[in-house]
């Protein structure tokens, strides 16, 4: 049985969704550490027993010794956005080879590794090359371990996906759609992901999966879908293309870190259709429908308002 958890990137999306749910069931020792200060303050805010360390994966400190002590490591640390490709390569690559130094040093802990569907797209961007690197690493590591490939994530804590499209909805006078907006969506619900990571640790799955939402929706399609859920009346309202990533260009001199790229917006409109496989049956777990897990998300009495920092 794993119990102590060393939970890489724990201040992100996927890390307080699997933290609210592994903390509440109190079966694990959990480790939580990120760089980010605000967010980690979240964590502890919400989790006052948690052990939360505030580093930088990408430079050696203490939090090795701690991780190579571990009986597991779930590896979500991450460059999602952005324009710098060091910030890729030190979020992506070398806080992976810290990561990985430290588990080959200790008691080789199970390690899941928390990839994306992104490697198997036919976009190519700073994200994209980043995480196919990451996944290499971790493949080509002898420490036992499961790779997951998830689709587009959405749940409590969202900021950068589907909660900053709630987000702008609810600010702005209209919502822009590039182009047609049929452009097909696979969304995979971040409670749903938790439980398929805890299954891995319980049973201490290997291999690599494609973890995609079992709903498929065109992006306008889920815009409708989240409006409604949320009760906004925000018009949508469908512009050229060229129009959207001028408006994204412009909006990406005033601010180093956007969150929605004239890149992402290429990889949003990229014809991908991610391989669906049984989830549910090879993990063990329930699939939350659509509709439902927006719900919880946005009107959850505890979780559903909490926004974390970009």
Known sequence: MTHRI??????????????????????????????????????????????????????PGGWQAIAADCDAIVMLQAQIGGLEPQAFE?????????????????RRPFIVHVSSSVVNSAA??????????????????????????????????DRKHVGWLRWFMRRAPVFPIPGS??????????????????????????????????????????????????GSTTPIVKIPVWLFATLLRIYAMFDRDPPFTTAQLKALITPDVFEVIDWPAIFGVRAIPLREALDTTFNDPTYGEIELKF
């Open 6 to 59: 060393f939970v890489a990137g724990a201040a992100g999306l996927v890390g307080q969704n699997l933290i609210a749910q592994l903390a509440r069931s109190g079966e694990f020792e959990l480790i939580a550490v990120d760089k980010h200060p605000q967010n980690t303050d979240v964590l502890r805010r919400l989790h006052p027993g948690l052990q939360v360390i505030h580093a930088d994966l990408a430079e």
């Open 181 to 230: 907006g049929r452009y097909l969506r696979q969304p995979l619900y971040a409670g749903d992901f938790a439980n398929i990571i805890r299954a891995c640790l319980e049973r201490r799955i290997t291999g690599a999966y494609n973890i995609s939402g079992l709903e498929r929706i065109d992006y306008i399609d889920l815009i409708r879908l989240v409006r409604e859920v949320d």
């Open 90 to 106: 030190r979020n992506n690559i070398v806080s992976t080879q810290r990561v990985l130094e430290a588990a080959a040093g200790g």
């Open 124 to 157: 190519r961007d700073l994200y994209t090359e980043s995480k196919k690197r990451q996944e290499a690493l971790v493949a080509a590591s002898t420490a036992p371990h499961v790779i997951l490939r998830p689709t587009l994530m959405f749940g409590w804590f």
